[in-house]
């Protein structure tokens, strides 16, 4: 929605390694929360993980979860 404002504190909804920037409100509005995890995700370089326009069709832990933490994740087009 146009007018959603986000319920919790920029402080609590950060993530910890990357602050938002001090000008934004303390419960940001979703414009800002957009512009923030955009910001991050180029500041960790996520796109290259991200598969936009795809439905998540099942989420699961993969066969060497407690080794590496990683997730299997499928996937189809939208």
């Given at each position: ?18 602050p938002p920037e001090p000008s934004m409100a303390n419960f ?24 936009f326009n795809h439905k998540v069709s099942n989420i699961e ?18």
């Amino acid at each position: 929605m146009k007018s959603t404002v986000i319920n919790t504190s920029k402080e609590m909804t950060a993530y910890s390694d990357f602050p938002p920037e001090p000008s934004m409100a303390n419960f940001m509005h979703n414009t800002e929360m957009y512009r923030y995890l955009k910001s991050y995700a180029e500041h960790h370089n996520l796109k290259t993980y991200i598969k936009f326009n795809h439905k998540v069709s099942n989420i699961e832990r993969s066969s060497d979860y407690k080794k590496t933490g990683q997730w299997k994740v499928s996937y189809e087009d939208a």
